[in-house]
């Protein structure tokens, strides 16, 4: 158990539609990101949060957005979604200021667009 | 931009033996860490061991342990005695250092390991 939870853990979507996918960071944890892992390969950087603002950003188009709420809780979202968007969504929290072996995942939400 | 390279993307053992996983990663920086993840069919990712790269000494963790190279930019993962639990996606991952929160994390593709009966 890393304390991170995600939601929900499947979902299908339509091309064009918008998705929230949510996560609860670990108690006390600050810093949180996304990270999107398509099949067969490993997690691509999307974005990062650090007390409620986005402090870093990976290759993805503005249609990715996201917001960290005052007890660190945190959202993705993506509109206007394409079939290549399919992919596990894994979201990370951390404490900020310290080193990365206290960076937690958690289970990941699947995300299918058809 | 770092880049990670994972060149094996299958391996299989067999129960009780060692085997080693290989990564090289490509890099400016001098001050950075590197991580051997984990990630079962679960999806969890996780973390099995990590290397400060301003540490000579290769980290150990019971069974696991790596051969970290930093002139060579090699990060290797050594494990021993290995376990049918142990079968999963191994990913290899670098974390830059810098101030404030910036923990993004470059991952690369993955090496499938089966250990077998």
């Known amino acids: 158990e890393t304390g991170v939870t995600q939601s929900p853990t499947h979902l299908i979507k339509t091309r064009g539609q918008q998705v929230t996918l949510r996560c609860s960071s670990q108690?006390?944890?600050?810093?949180v990101s996304w990270y999107q892992q398509a099949l067969g390969q490993g997690p691509q950087f999307i974005f990062q949060?650090?007390?409620?603002?986005?402090?870093g950003r990976g290759n993805f188009p503005p249609r990715f957005s996201g917001l960290q709420f005052p007890n660190y809780s945190s959202e993705l979202n993506v509109n206007a979604l394409e079939l290549d968007d399919s992919a596990l969504y894994l979201c990370a929290s951390s404490l900020g200021g310290l080193t990365g072996n206290t960076i937690y995942f958690g289970e990941g939400s699947w995300l299918t667009v058809v | 931009a770092q880049t990670v390279t994972q060149s094996q993307p299958e391996m299989s053992v067999q129960e009780a033996e060692t085997v080693t996983l290989s990564c090289t990663y490509d890099t400016s920086e001098n001050n950075y860490y590197l991580f051997w993840y984990k990630q079962p069919p679960s999806r969890q990712m996780i973390l099995v061991i990590r290397?400060?790269?301003?540490?000579?000494q290769n980290a150990t963790e019971n069974r696991f342990s790596v051969n970290f190279q930093k002139a060579a930019k090699s990060f290797s993962l050594k494990i021993s005695d290995s376990q049918l639990g142990d079968t999963a996606m191994y990913f290899c991952?670098?974390?830059?250092?810098?101030?404030?929160?910036?923990?993004?994390?470059?991952f690369g593709k993955g090496t499938l390991l089966t250990v077998n009966p």
């Open positions: 290397q400060e790269a301003y540490k000579q």
């Open positions: 949060y650090y007390r409620e603002e986005e402090n």
């Open positions: 991952a670098f974390l830059r250092v810098s101030g404030g929160s910036n923990y993004k994390l470059t």
């Open positions: 108690s006390g944890h600050n810093t």
